[in-house]
């Protein structure tokens, strides 16, 4: 298969072609969590979407986990 490459919170990385949102969490080892923010391109992408959103090349993964507390 294919590989391209993006950027995965700043760093490069390569993947393959046709990798979804929930395909790079599960490379990253990274659970679904309720205080992350997943962010394609500088968009937000709502967790139901994990699944079917996919990554060209060039494109850009921020993951966010939000903390909260004072």
Known sequence: MQAIKITVNG???????????EGIL?????PVRHDMIVEVNGKFTHVKEYSATTFKEGDKLEVIY???GG
């Open 11 to 21: 760093l490069d990385q390569e993947i393959p072609a046709g990798t979804t949102v």
């Open 26 to 30: 599960d490379i990253m080892e990274e």
């Open 66 to 68: 939000l903390d909260f």
